[in-house]
Nanobody, 122 residues
Framework: VQLQASGGGLVQAGGSLRLSCAASGLAFRSYAMGWFRQAPGKEREFVSTISGGGDVTRYADSVKGRFAISRDNAKNTAYLQIYSLKPEDTAVYYC????????????????WGLGTQVTVSS
């Protein structure tokens, strides 16, 4: 199983990014997907999750209204659209997969990608 996150970069505050997570080696539709982030010196934190069918989503309070999670099961890819970026969004963003329903705890996720760096300048 491989999860490849991409789409990070250096952006100015107020800008937007779309992160992608390409999955291979698993029955993608059977897995809920999650996005997490980890800033320097901080623990990994939940950002968003989406069910296998894409009909159920959940967001951390800190990103509600600015982040949008989605998935394309035909392409085995999950996405995280980020709007109105803030310097405090700076972190490495990881995608992860878990069997069954959505989860917000990183310990419930089975597979992890390597992460993509998002840096927001003020």
């Amino acid at each position: 199983v491989q999860l490849q996150a991409s789409g990070g970069g250096l952006v100015q505050a107020g800008g937007s990014l779309r992160l992608s997570c390409a999955a291979s080696g698993l029955a993608f539709r059977s897995y809920a997907m999650g996005w997490f982030r980890q800033a320097p010196g901080k623990e990994r934190e939940f950002v968003s999750t989406i069910s296998g069918g894409g009909d159920v989503t959940r967001y951390a309070d800190s990103v509600k209204g600015r982040f949008a999670i989605s998935r394309d099961n035909a392409k085995n890819t999950a996405y995280l659209q980020i709007y109105s970026l803030k310097p405090e969004d700076t972190a490495v963003y990881y995608c992860a997969a878990t069997v069954g329903g959505i989860q917000t705890s990183p310990t419930q996720y089975i597979y992890w990608g390597l992460g993509t760096q998002v840096t927001v300048s003020s």
